[in-house]
């Protein structure tokens, strides 16, 4: 799994912080935006599992800080159930300009009540889950009891919350009631998967009830038998995810590449508008390569220079163990380090020649062999390294032909 931190502006200019976490060496199929419960941060337990399990069905899952809380930027007592709404809709317009438009929110606690408000915001959402959500937004206003006096006179309040001071603002207390959940639910028009623990005694599974109640088919219930509100074990966060992964196939387009053709050993197609993720077939096994993101690519797979240090690596290790064997060598294991660079000509203190401006590509390879190995055999190990065929053939002048397939 990859991890890259991104930022993006909320409506009133605050930066908001936020995690992208993808599945390595492949391509995302979809794209997911996660939001946090009230007062929490895309650092909690359970959002870290769920992700890491959406991931491993190979989705990509956003999650932030909405504004004023965590590394996001702006004052907590000035945002509202309405500005969590627009931060969900600024990532969704992140996505759309940086990657690609997420099919999926997913929304945890009152996350869960606003993913369910801009779902219709947001024309790329498919799908919709939410999990442990209160079917009305104004639910978390019993967490401001004896607040009501503060909130009249000066237009805000602190309140404890989990052990925390939060000041709240007026304005999120006046937002959360006049929100209409009949309404928001009803007018979806997306499918839904409410998740819910019937032991949850922070929101009732009464308030999953009456999501199901208003919203329209297509809509499932998972009961989440068992968990608590904050999914702190985290079997039970993991299997969330990977409920929503199976679920959200039914209703999201997921592409299946099909087997390329050919007729030599090894096929590599690149389409016109996937920037530089190259799908390979080297016999029935499927490959990807990808440049990074720093030279535009979407680091999607190893670079062709990767697989090429991959290539001599795995060739070294499988002709050392071949001899060693073939020996009855005593040899455990062999791990293999390579590196790629171009150097002058001039610096390497050797018989090869560089190219025309003097230059030539230098391989490094260090290797590390795990076994009970006297001197003599260690050094017969590394001559046989310089043996392998890979190795030979990088050694050797290569003549390649390139021709047009004809159809």
């Known amino acids: 799994m990859t991890s890259t931190n991104v930022k993006f502006l909320s409506d009133s200019g605050e930066s908001l912080k936020g995690v992208l976490q993808a599945p390595s060496g492949v391509p995302a199929h979809n794209y997911v935006i996660f ?35 965590g590394e996001s930027e702006g004052e907590f007592s000035q945002t509202s159930f309405t500005s969590n709404i627009s931060d969900l809709v600024k990532a969704a317009d992140f996505l759309s300009e940086h990657y690609h438009p997420p099919a999926l929110l997913v929304g945890h606690s009152l996350g869960g009540a606003a993913v369910l408000a801009a779902a219709v915001k947001i024309p790329s959402i498919d799908a919709v889950v939410t999990i442990g959500a209160p079917f009305a937004p104004e639910h978390v206003e019993h967490l401001f009891d004896g607040a009501q006096d503060q909130f009249e006179q000066t237009g805000q309040a602190r309140v404890n919350i989990g052990g925390r001071a939060f000041v709240i603002g007026k304005q999120f207390v006046d937002d959360i009631r006049s929100q209409d959940p009949l309404q928001t639910v009803g007018s979806l028009k997306r499918p839904l998967m409410i998740m819910h623990a019937p032991q949850d005694t922070i929101v009732g599974i009464d308030n999953a009830a009456s999501i199901y109640k208003a919203a329209k088919h297509p809509k499932s219930f998972i009961s989440l038998d068992g968990a608590d509100h904050l999914l702190t074990n985290p079997e039970d966060a993991i299997y969330v995810g990977n409920t929503i992964a199976a679920w959200a196939s039914r209703y999201i387009d997921i592409p299946v590449h099909e087997n390329l053709q050919t007729d030599q050993e090894v096929v590599v197609r690149l389409d016109g508008q996937a920037g530089y993720t190259t799908f390979m077939q080297v016999g029935k096994h499927k490959l990807v390569a990808d440049e990074p993101v720093s030279v535009g690519g979407s680091d999607a797979g190893p670079s062709p220079y990767g697989y090429l240090l991959a290539g001599l690596g795995a060739c070294t290790a499988m002709t050392l163990q071949m001899y060693a064997r073939r020996k009855k060598w005593d040899l455990h294991s062999v791990d293999v380090h390579l590196s790629h660079a171009k150097i002058h000509a001039d610096d390497c ?35 046989i ?10 050694e050797t002048e290569v003549l390649v032909t390139t021709g047009l397939l004809v159809r």
């Open 385 to 394: 390294a310089d043996r392998c065929p890979v190795h030979k053939t990088l």
């Open 349 to 383: 203190d050797c018989d090869l020649q560089g190219d025309d401006k003097g230059r030539l590509d230098k391989i490094n390879r260090l290797i590390d062999l795990q076994g009970t190995l006297d001197d003599q055999q260690i050094k017969r190990l590394l001559e």
């Open 35 to 69: 939001a946090h419960c009230f007062t929490c941060n895309k650092n909690l337990n359970a959002i870290r599992h769920i992700s890491a399990a959406l991931v491993a069905n190979g989705f990509a899952v956003l999650k932030f800080d909405f504004t004023g809380l």
